[in-house]
């Protein structure tokens, strides 16, 4: 099943001489059971393109379905709801919470999503998968960057989505650590079913990608 689709998608930022189209024109869609990854260098639009598909802003023109769902006729809390209940995100800045060890990131996300969450066992599955299980008790602050990086990524998948949007998840990684990302992101989206998208300029992902688009200048085309 068809899992995400931009239909006709521009996104312009400012006007005039200031005028941005960061997005031009996209046609795009994530299959269930695919892993996507879409390269692009700085500045080309992936990070607009992955958080209009995931409907945290909206597009200047075309539509975005998400589960065959248009989501312009959506209101803002049945938006909220959607990405609660069927979306993960890894963002570029991880969006951990300072304040919280790694262990009460988890707990934060039961506190607003109650059901349906990675069981214990299998949390802490994932964590050994990517290296992390030790680090429960350190707050952001205390590691580095690829580990804050991989938290964050645990922390998009604990809810179990069915569709995974991740932004450059493996920026901070060194290639042990993007080969078991990389693995993750296929094996959730052949064993489960998930549409897992990646935007990203980081090559190494391409061996673990069913399908391969590239964007430039807010253009998006297919490679693979
Ligand atoms: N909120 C905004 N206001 C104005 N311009 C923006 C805004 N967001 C993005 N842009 C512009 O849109 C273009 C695409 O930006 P975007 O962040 O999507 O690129 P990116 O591929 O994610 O880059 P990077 O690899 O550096 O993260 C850039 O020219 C950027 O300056
Ligand atoms: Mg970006």
Redesign the pocket.
């Known amino acids: 099943m068809t899992a995400l689709t931009l239909n006709h998608v521009n ?1 312009t ?2 006007k005039g001489i ?1 005028k ?4 031009k024109d996209v046609n795009f869609n994530a299959e269930q059971g695919e892993m996507t990854l879409i390269l ?12 209009i598909a995931g409907s945290l ?1 909206t597009p200047t023109n075309g539509e975005v379905l998400i589960n065959n769902e248009n989501i312009r006729h959506l209101s803002a809390k049945k938006r909220e709801q959607l990405r609660l209940n069927h979306l993960g995100f890894v963002l ?1 800045s991880y969006n951990l919470v300072p304040y919280l060890t790694v262990k009460e990131q988890f707990k934060l996300v039961d506190k607003v999503k109650k059901n349906g969450n990675l069981s214990a066992s299998q949390l802490d599955d994932l964590l050994k998968l990517l290296g992390i299980n030790q680090l429960i008790n350190k707050y952001p602050d205390q590691l580095s960057g690829g580990q804050n990086q991989r938290v964050a990524i645990a922390r998009a998948l604990y809810p179990d989505p069915e569709i995974i949007l991740a ?2 998840p493996t920026a901070a990684l060194d290639s042990a650590h993007v080969e078991e990302v990389g693995k993750l992101f296929a094996q959730l989206a052949h064993a489960q079913n998930k549409a897992v998208v990646v ?1 990203t ?1 980081d090559l190494r992902l391409k061996a673990y990608a069913d399908k391969i688009f590239n ?1 430039t200048d ?1 253009v998006i085309s297919r490679e693979k």
Do not use: R
Request: aromatic share 8%.
């Open positions: 996104k930022f400012g200031a941005v189209e960061a997005l692009g260098p700085s500045g080309s639009g992936k990070s607009t393109f992955l958080t802003q570029q932004d450059e935007v300029h964007i807010g």
